[in-house]
């Protein structure tokens, strides 16, 4: 398909790609005549495969081409000749005409990128990266999403030209948000809990929970007034919450400025709680998270018929153990799955195989799901395990006697009643955020002894001085 291009005497180079369009005229200005060096060259940019007509005024009388492998002539009217680009590369086109005036036609043959462009579009949209033809070369530019989309689209791009500049940049990596999980698994012993008043109350504090109890002091609940009152009788200080809580052995919510670490201590002095495990998790937004704290039991399991059974072992995981995915959404709140379990070996309900004894596994565990602000704790509690334990004692022989044996026998029978606890916080944490201040070391509760306490006249046998 041809087109017309009227070239004009530019006082410096000017670059344009020329597509395939219809065809029409121009002409070219009759100009002085003047040395080649002083007229300024003309600069014209065809596609390969393409062609241009150039038309000037008055006739032609001869033209020479430079390099004929990249720009072919032919000339169809006294006044008319036709560039066609072959092949990527430059070239110098001379024109001479018959009022003995010349010009010359600096052509370059660029690579024609269109399809490219159509390519990366369609089959990587998003992408912000464009392809330029210069001077036989193909340079892209922009930004890609990965390293690998960048070589791909070099990759694309390998068939339109040898040479192939590949200026695209990489995007710097989103930073997902990650959540860091603070569990703690105690143990209660509720015989002694009985006995033991907690009160969780916040003093004017909006949104909290404001006390769980034992049933020691009776249930508390919002009074007149926005007053709470309790079984004692007397109204505690103003509270705003619409939550009551009479027991223990439930989910509670509570504020992150609400110090859970006090009375979890406080139960810890009075031997009523004690800590399983107190683990850390972050996983990346959305990513699951496991943590387990314990062993694997080996369990033998007998397969194949009798006579040719065979033994196989294995492994059954118990202790403490923590599953949990966090999602964060939209108004930044966590909606946070988890699955917590504590399981330990238990012999009582042991059973005796082929001279193997194996332990049964005493399991609790819970598993839902929440939705909390960032910092809220939450807890799950209710997971009872009440055993009763008999132990029978006797004299040798003696412990035997009818009647009289009976004083020579003991018998006790000891039970207890513990519940699991777990409390969990969640905190996002933000990677692109400024790094905190590294958290202070502890002080020991001993100071060190000082290095001049210390003798430092070493013997060296006897006779030394």
């Known amino acids: 398909m041809l087109c017309t291009l009227t070239v004009l005497g530019l006082c410096k180079p000017a670059r344009a790609q020329i597509p395939a369009a219809p065809a029409t005229q121009q002409k070219l200005p009759a100009e002085p005549q003047a040395p080649a060096e002083n007229a300024g060259n003309q600069v014209l940019h065809i596609l390969v495969g393409h062609s241009v007509v150039i038309r000037t005024d008055p006739r032609l009388q001869r033209v020479l081409v430079g390099n004929p492998a990249v720009v072919t002539t032919a000339t169809t009217a006294p006044n008319e000749v036709v560039l066609t680009a072959t092949a990527t590369g430059s070239s110098s086109v001379i024109l001479w005409?018959?009022?003995?005036?010349?010009?010359?036609?600096?052509?370059?043959?660029?690579?024609?990128?269109?399809?490219?462009?159509?390519?990366?579009?369609?089959?990587?949209?998003?992408?912000?990266?464009?392809?330029?033809?210069?001077?036989?070369?193909?340079?892209?530019?922009?930004?890609?999403?990965?390293?690998?989309?960048?070589?791909?689209?070099?990759?694309?791009?390998?068939?339109?030209?040898?040479?192939?500049?590949?200026?695209i940049q990489v995007a710097q990596p989103r930073r997902q948000k990650q959540i860091l999980l603070k569990v703690r698994f105690a143990q209660v012993d509720r015989t002694k809990l009985s006995a033991f008043g907690i009160n969780l109350l916040s003093t004017g504090a909006t949104n909290t929970i404001g006390t769980?109890?034992?049933?020691?002091?009776?249930?508390?609940?919002?009074?007149?007034?926005?007053?709470?009152?309790?079984?004692?009788?007397?109204?505690?200080?103003?509270?705003?919450?619409?939550?009551?809580?009479?027991?223990?052995?439930?989910?509670?919510?509570?504020?992150?400025?609400?110090?859970?670490?006090?009375?979890?201590?406080?139960?810890?002095?009075?031997?009523?709680?004690?800590?399983?495990?107190?683990?850390?998790?972050?996983?990346?937004?959305?990513?699951?998270?496991?943590?387990?704290?314990?062993?694997?039991l080996p369990y033998p399991l007998l397969t194949g018929a009798a006579g040719q059974a065979t033994v196989t072992v294995q492994f059954k995981p118990f202790g403490v153990k923590l599953e949990f995915t966090a999602n964060i959404e939209s108004d930044n709140t966590i909606r946070l799955k988890v699955f917590?379990?504590?399981?330990?070996?238990?012999?009582?309900n042991a059973v005796t195989i082929s001279g193997f004894v194996l332990p049964a596994i005493a399991t609790r565990h819970a598993e839902t799901v929440v939705e909390l602000r960032d910092g809220q704790s939450f807890g799950i509690a209710g997971l009872l395990d009440q055993r009763t334990t008999a132990q029978f004692s006797k004299v040798p022989g003696i412990g035997d006697l009818p009647i009289l044996g009976q004083l020579f026998r003991s018998r006790s029978v000891s039970k207890t009643n513990s519940e699991l606890v777990v409390i969990v916080t969640p905190t996002i944490v933000d990677p692109a955020a400024a790094p905190t201040a590294a958290p202070e070391v502890p002080k020991m509760p001993i100071a060190p002894l000082e290095q001049k306490q210390f003798d430092t006249k070493i013997p060296h046998g006897n006779g030394s001085k």
């Open 97 to 167: 005409q018959e009022n003995s005036q010349s010009r010359i036609i600096e052509v370059f043959a660029d690579v024609d990128v269109s399809l490219l462009r159509e390519a990366i579009t369609r089959g990587l949209p998003g992408e912000a990266v464009e392809a330029e033809s210069e001077e036989g070369r193909v340079v892209l530019t922009g930004t890609a999403s990965s390293t690998a989309v960048a070589d791909q689209i070099g990759k694309m791009a390998a068939p339109f030209s040898k040479e192939i500049v590949n200026s």
């Open 212 to 296: 769980v109890t034992t049933q020691q002091f009776g249930t508390l609940g919002l009074g007149e007034q926005g007053k709470l009152t309790s079984a004692i009788g007397a109204p505690t200080k103003g509270f705003t919450t619409q939550e009551s809580i009479s027991d223990l052995l439930n989910i509670f919510i509570f504020r992150p400025d609400l110090n859970l670490g006090a009375t979890i201590r406080d139960l810890q002095q009075r031997n009523v709680l004690q800590i399983l495990a107190e683990p850390d998790l972050l996983a990346a937004n959305g990513e699951p998270a496991r943590f387990l704290a314990g062993g694997e």
């Open 340 to 348: 917590p379990e504590v399981s330990s070996l238990d012999y009582t």
